[in-house]
């Protein structure tokens, strides 16, 4: 069956530190790609996606993500957290079953030493 | 609207009680989605609206959970006869086309007690 792996339930980095945050997939084709962020109390705000083409996407608030079909991965990087980073962090894949539609990873949750 | 708005924001209801969901999507977005989540959980697909149809219903959890949409738009999640088990924040998306991102509302955080 698909599913999405994101085998950080917490990750703690310092300010100014560099984060990956880990998605591991399994689906048969190339999927659609996608993270998500969701700060406290509030919804979730998509991050950058990845359909085809170049396997390093650039997405919002600095993040970018690189897809490796041989690993079957999305990791979300960023070079330097701010201490507004702190929330958590969804990686979902798009798929067609019975119909299109977005399957997410259990979640990790970021937080951020001053 | 200018984002996905879902209303109420926070319901307490008392076990055994119906509740509705409400969702106002993005005008124009054909495609709709309710998941629900968990506390400490990840999210999970609930029901997909293609227009006013419902492609696919396969993640509602009882015969308990109904979703309705109208004119393309608004749409309703109904739980009849609530249990605590049903306690969850229950998100809606939208999009304009199936194969995008979705913009997701805020949020009806659901407890039953």
């Known amino acids: 069956a698909q599913s999405v792996t994101q085998p950080d339930i917490h990750i703690t980095v310092s300010e100014g530190a560099s984060l990956e945050l880990r998605c591991n997939y399994s689906?048969?084709?190339?999927?659609?790609l996608f993270w998500y962020v969701q700060s406290p109390g509030q919804g979730l705000q998509l991050l950058l996606k990845y359909f085809s083409g170049d396997t390093l996407v650039q997405g919002i608030k600095g993040f970018e993500a690189e897809f490796k079909r041989s690993q079957s991965s999305f990791n979300l990087r960023k070079p330097s957290v701010h201490w507004s980073d702190a929330a958590e962090y969804f990686c979902a894949v798009g798929l067609w079953d019975s119909s299109y539609k977005l399957i997410f990873g259990s979640g990790t949750r970021l937080l951020v030493r001053p | 609207g200018a984002g996905v708005s879902q209303s109420p924001s926070n319901k307490v209801t008392e076990k055994g009680k119906d509740v509705e969901l409400r969702c106002d999507p993005i005008s124009g977005h054909t495609a709709l989605y309710w998941y629900r989540q968990s506390l400490g959980q990840g999210l999970e697909f609930l029901i997909y609206f293609q227009g006013n149809s419902a492609p696919d219903k396969s993640g509602l959890p009882s015969d308990r959970f109904s979703a309705e949409r109208t004119g393309g738009s608004v749409s309703t999640l109904t739980i009849q006869r609530t249990q605590q088990e049903d306690s969850a924040v229950y998100l809606c998306?939208?999009?304009?086309?199936?194969?995008?991102?979705?913009?997701f509302g805020s949020g009806t955080r659901l407890t039953v007690v």
């Open positions: 998306a939208s999009s304009p086309q199936r194969e995008d991102g979705y913009t």
């Open positions: 689906y048969g084709a190339t999927p659609y």
